[in-house]
């Protein structure tokens, strides 16, 4: 009888032990992908760690941002030159001369960093980008011109985050005075942007989708 209660004893509590074990084992994965993402492991992640190069330490994060301004430029470039060529408002074709003149001089900064850092850089936009692009290209007169505002000013004033947190923590000398140039052509572009008296502010939350 004893044995029989001791077998049986052992048996529960085995049971309840791989349980216990199998209720931990998915929170433990979760708490290890939400730090991952907290310190960057997400889709920015090129998986090349962290190098070392005559520069300083380079990381993914510091590789996302060199990217970043190459992708900027890609796109901004090829607004700017089609705001010179459709806007009727001498602001807007200001704004788009900054663009240009911005994104020339930075473009030159970025290339210059990625061969020096060994990064490969872009050589379109983005998809998302793309589609600004396509919008833009099909909109007329007054709507262009807010659409071009709208798009450029809500895109620059999401960079100001991620050029703070690059600014603030990298450790490689090239990829700060890249941020540091970065951090004034944005500034610079958001002013103009705004001195056109178009931006929608209240439609530049995260909430609200650009115009299609």
């Known amino acids: 009888m004893a044995t029989r ?10 049971a309840l032990a791989l349980t216990l074990i199998a209720l931990l084992i998915p929170v433990d994965s979760f708490g290890s992908r939400a730090s991952a993402a907290v310190t960057g ?6 998986g090349g760690g962290t190098v070392s190069t005559a520069f ?4 993914a994060a510091d590789r996302d941002f060199i990217r970043k301004v190459r992708l900027a430029g890609l796109w901004e470039l090829p607004a700017g030159r089609q705001a010179q060529q459709r806007g009727s408002r001498p602001a807007i074709k200001t704004a788009g001369q ?3 003149d911005g994104h020339t001089e930075l473009d030159r900064q970025v290339i210059q960093v990625g061969q020096a850092l060994g990064v490969d850089l872009p050589n379109q ?4 980008q793309q589609d600004w692009l396509g919008q833009m290209n099909r909109a007329r007169g007054e709507e262009y011109e807010r659409l071009f505002v709208q798009l450029l000013r809500k895109a620059h004033g999401k960079v100001f985050a991620l050029l703070a947190g690059i600014r603030s923590q990298t450790k490689n000398s090239m990829v700060r005075a890249l941020a540091t140039s970065a951090n004034t052509t944005v500034l610079d572009h958001i002013t103009v942007l705004e001195d056109t008296g178009l931006v929608d502010f209240d439609a530049l939350s995260d909430n609200v989708q650009p115009t299609k």
Do not use: C, E, N
């Open 98 to 100: 900054h663009l240009i």
């Open 5 to 14: 209660y001791t077998i049986g004893s052992g048996l529960v509590i085995s």
């Open 56 to 59: 300083g330490p380079l990381t």
């Open 41 to 46: 492991q997400a889709a920015d992640d090129d």
């Open 125 to 128: 936009p983005s998809a998302q």
